[in-house]
T-cell receptor, first 113, second 113 residues
Framework: EAQVTQNPRYLITVTGKKLTVTCSQNMNHEYMSWYRQDPGLGLRQIYYSMNVEVTDKGDVPEGYKVSRKEKRNFPLILESPSPNQTSLYFC????????????FGPGTRLTVT | GEDVEQSLFLSVREGDSSVINCTYTDSSSTYLYWYKQEPGAGLQLLTYIFSNMDMKQDQRLTVLLNKKDKHLSLRIADTQTGDSAIYFCAESMETSGTYKYIFGTGTRLKVLA
């Protein structure tokens, strides 16, 4: 089944404790992206990647890191999480072509206390 | 800067038509999208329109694009309770061979039986 998986689905952590949210897709998509969803703000793009070893900042990259060492994986790293990073995070992937559908993962709900 | 705006809520009666509106600011957008998010799930693409088109119809869905006013709308005919969800408008912009996505705040559609 074609899908985007994220782990963990739920995470409660404390300020400053490094964490990684994994994202994996099995559709051989070149393009992968991370978003955060906050009430009243919609989805905001954090980082995106056009292909292996190619990453770019989205609108809200501060406090986040990503890497794209393999085509299927695109982990999101929070080196020192803060409470303002409490949010619902989505990973998405698509072919790197105009007008292509992004396939979204199920989301990771992160709470930083 | 780039911005996509939507009203936050819409309530309609089952069987009526729903019209969800969106305004965007970036005239260089290549594609405009409508995504649907059901409770507890990721986003799924409903339909998209290329920026040189005025209208696109797909079964119960009609997308209208007014490029002069930078206004996009999604009409759902014969709205059903299963259409209750959050609907996101999004635009994609291509710059130097990369694609960036801007999403709106989302419109929560409630269908009353």
């Amino acid at each position: 089944e074609a899908q985007v998986t994220q782990n963990p689905r739920y995470l409660i952590t404390v300020t400053g404790k490094k964490l990684t949210v994994t994202c994996s897709q099995n559709m051989n998509h070149e393009y992968m992206s991370w978003y955060r969803q906050d009430p009243g703000l919609g989805l905001r793009q954090i980082y995106y990647s056009m292909n292996v070893e190619v990453t770019d900042k989205g609108d809200v990259p501060e406090g986040y890191k990503v890497s794209r060492k393999e085509k299927r994986n695109f982990p999101l790293i929070l080196e020192s999480p803060s409470p303002n990073q409490t949010s619902l995070y989505f990973c998405a992937s698509s072919l790197a072509k105009r007008g292509n559908e992004q396939y979204f993962g199920p989301g990771t709900r992160l709470t930083v206390t | 800067g780039e911005d996509v705006e939507q009203s936050l809520f819409l309530s309609v009666r089952e069987g009526d038509s729903s019209v969800i509106n969106c305004t965007y600011t970036d005239s260089s957008s290549t594609y405009l999208y409508w995504y649907k998010q059901e409770p507890g799930a990721g986003l799924q693409l409903l339909t998209y329109i290329f920026s040189n088109m005025d209208m696109k119809q797909d079964q119960r869905l009609t997308v209208l694009l007014n490029k002069k006013d930078k206004h996009l709308s999604l009409r759902i005919a014969d709205t059903q309770t299963g259409d209750s969800a959050i609907y996101f408008c999004a635009e994609s912009m291509e710059t130097s061979g990369t694609y960036k996505y801007i999403f709106g705040t989302g419109t929560r559609l409630k269908v009353l039986a």
